[in-house]
């Protein structure tokens, strides 16, 4: 899947997507520790400080296994965080990956969530050689599946009591979308 050595920036319009260091453990707190924010996240609203830094780990031990990536979200001309956005669970052999993202409800409903991601499908198609793209969507978070659709992906299907997260099973949706289907918006 060949992610480069290097962490990639990409500027979009009005973002810079970039590494997520320890120095924004404070922003990723911010937005993780917000129930509406973590509601479809697959984990309970970070607690602490050290909550924060875990996740910043995570991304970067997907990005020295190059099993995925995580950008940050930035709006162009503030360094601040306010979101995440990449892929995961990356399968090379295959050339597939799963999507993932999540915004601070600050900046909700501008947009930003959109841009990032079709920033980010086009840096997967061309740059990780990516030939399908998944997207595992709980059922009640319309917000995502309407993301999702409007840049192309299908649902496929229910996956039943899929993931067992905050105490309970959980439904997902599959979304995929495939190269040869892939338009920039």
């Given at each position: 899947m060949n992610i480069t050595r290097e962490f990639p920036v990409i500027e979009t319009e009005r973002l810079v997507l970039r590494r997520i260091t320890e120095a924004d453990a404070g922003s990723v707190l911010s937005y993780l520790s917000?129930?509406?924010v973590m509601r479809y996240y697959g984990l309970s609203p970070f607690q602490t400080i050290d909550d924060a830094l875990a996740e910043i780990d995570w991304y970067d031990k997907i990005f020295s296994e190059e099993t995925g990536i995580r950008w940050g979200i930035t709006i162009?001309?503030?360094d601040e965080v306010i979101g995440s956005c990449g892929f995961h669970r990356m399968v090379s052999?295959?050339?597939r990956s799963e999507i993932g993202f999540e915004?601070?409800?600050?900046?909700?409903?501008?947009?930003f969530a959109s841009e990032a991601v079709s920033t980010i499908?086009?840096?997967?198609f061309e740059h990780l050689h990516l030939n399908r793209i998944e997207a595992l969507i709980e059922p009640a978070n319309l917000s995502s599946q309407k993301l999702v659709i409007k840049?192309?992906?299908?649902?496929?299907?229910?996956?039943?009591?899929?993931?067992y997260t905050r105490g309970k099973f959980d439904d997902l949706f599959m979304y995929s979308l495939l190269k040869r289907d892939f338009i920039i918006l």
């Open positions: 917000d129930e509406d162009k001309g503030q052999q295959h050339h915004l601070s409800k600050t900046y909700w409903g501008q947009g499908l086009n840096y997967g840049h192309g992906f299908l649902k496929e299907g229910l996956l039943r009591s899929y993931e």
